[in-house]
């Protein structure tokens, strides 16, 4: 996928984004599944704002790090 499309897409650098989240405290203490859940919040707030176009890439975000955890390249959950 091209910069571009992935920019329309995501919003963002889908690569610097994940690599952003592999060093967050929450992922390193609650796993990829609370920041997909957090991210799941954030669309839906700004679907409360009228601001579709931003949900949807905040969505696609979050679907794109659950596929990394279902590859094993992200952990969902850290055990407590």
Do not use: W
């Amino acid at each position: 996928m091209d910069k571009q499309t992935a920019k329309q897409m995501f919003g963002c650098d889908i690569e610097a984004f994940v690599e952003q989240i592999k060093g967050c405290v929450t992922y390193k203490f609650s796993g990829a599944a609370m920041v997909i859940a957090g991210l799941m919040s954030d669309a839906q707030e700004e679907m409360a704002h009228g601001d579709n176009e931003r949900a949807r890439q905040t969505l696609n975000r979050a679907k794109h790090l659950m596929f990394l955890a279902m590859d094993g390249d992200l952990t969902l959950n850290i055990p407590r």
